[in-house]
């Protein structure tokens, strides 16, 4: 796994632990993400596929993209499709993924770089491997993140956020064992470090991917108004205090509390030796969420908008289909924490 890593942990500052008086978030509930297919026909798993709406708040949707070993001619895109109502953050672990958009904006990701990219009001863009990828096949991993936006800012004006690989804020765990890259936000309780995440978004969020040599325990202070969300990109371990077991794919959804915990398992498999975990909170935006395809608004007209508004021409002048629900989907959201 090429996304930034360091050979030598103990030169890197160290968390500080949660609180002892700190309350472990309970885990709620496992989700096993279903396998399927997006843009083109790359593999995807989607991770949040199990889990309600409100417990994800503010996120609606990931997509772990491969792992994958592509022959030569098989690295595979999206077409150009549009978005309004929210931003993706794109993480790439392995492999290139080339963007482009229908305002002039673009650029490369590889090997630990984020892309982000708030739609607000709306754009077109197309995802594609470069042409000297798709030639030559190869390694392929990395994730496309959902954040919802809030009524009040659905209509900002897109913007971008390229964040290479070596602005990600790193931390090692109180034992040495993990590394914690920190892609947005920061934990509780590590001012002293001075360690965040470069990106920025308008709903207030943490990001985080770790990686856990085995055997490793990561405990984590966690902001008790922020959801909490461990998804297993690949490995074996457990989560919470009670120690549940979860492997690659698993969506672990965590009560409320003000600290997270998980660990490895003391044997990993020999292609991914250590347990790699994405961790994921965010302030729920708590507000009734319309989405379908490539938009999320707050309400079924503006839905039909968003499609009306597509096929004007309206977010920008390149046609484009795109999947994710084909039904619309309406929830009043209400937030697991309450
Ligand atoms: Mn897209």
């Not at 796994?1 to 103990?10: C, E, F």
């Amino acid at each position: 796994m090429p996304a930034v890593t360091v050979p030598d942990l103990t030169v890197l500052p160290r968390l500080a632990p949660p609180a002892p008086d700190a309350m472990q978030r309970p885990v709620r509930a496992v989700h096993t993400a279903p396998r399927g297919f997006e843009g083109e026909g790359f593999p995807v798993r989607r991770a949040f596929a199990g889990a309600e709406l409100s417990e994800l708040d503010p996120f609606i949707h990931l997509d772990q993209m491969g792992e994958v070993e592509y022959g030569p001619g098989e690295p595979k895109g999206t077409p150009w499709h549009p978005h309004r109502g929210f931003e993706t953050v794109t993480y790439m672990m392995d492999g290139v993924l080339r963007h482009n958009d229908s305002l002039g904006g673009g650029g490369v990701i590889t090997d630990g770089d984020t892309q982000w990219m708030t739609a607000g009001q709306g754009i077109l863009h197309i995802e594609t491997p470069p042409e000297e990828l798709v030639v030559s096949g190869g390694l392929f991993h990395g994730l496309q993140l959902w954040v919802n936006l809030p009524q009040a800012q659905k209509w900002v004006d897109p913007r971008y956020q390229d964040l290479r690989g070596d602005d990600v804020g790193l931390l090692s765990s109180d034992d040495g064992g993990a590394l914690v890259r920190l892609i947005a936000g920061d934990l509780p309780g590590q001012a002293a470090t001075g360690v965040r995440g470069p990106g920025s978004t308008y709903t207030p969020i943490v990001m985080l991917h770790a990686s856990l040599s085995p055997g490793a325990q990561l405990d984590l202070p966690w902001d008790p108004s922020f959801n909490a969300l461990v998804y297993v990109l690949s490995g074996d371990g457990t989560v919470g205090t009670d120690r549940r077991p979860v492997r690659t794919g698993q969506l672990a959804v965590f009560g409320p509390g003000d600290a997270v915990t998980a660990a490895a398992a003391t044997k990993q498999d020999s292609r991914h030796p250590q347990l790699e975990l994405l961790l994921l909170g965010g302030l729920p935006i708590r507000e009734p969420v319309a989405w379908m395809g490539p938009f999320v608004m707050n309400t079924r007209e503006e839905i039909q908008q968003a499609f009306e508004d597509f096929e004007a021409g309206r977010l920008g002048s390149v046609p484009a289909v795109h999947n994710a629900p084909t039904d619309l989907l309406v929830t009043e959201t209400d937030s697991p924490l309450d």
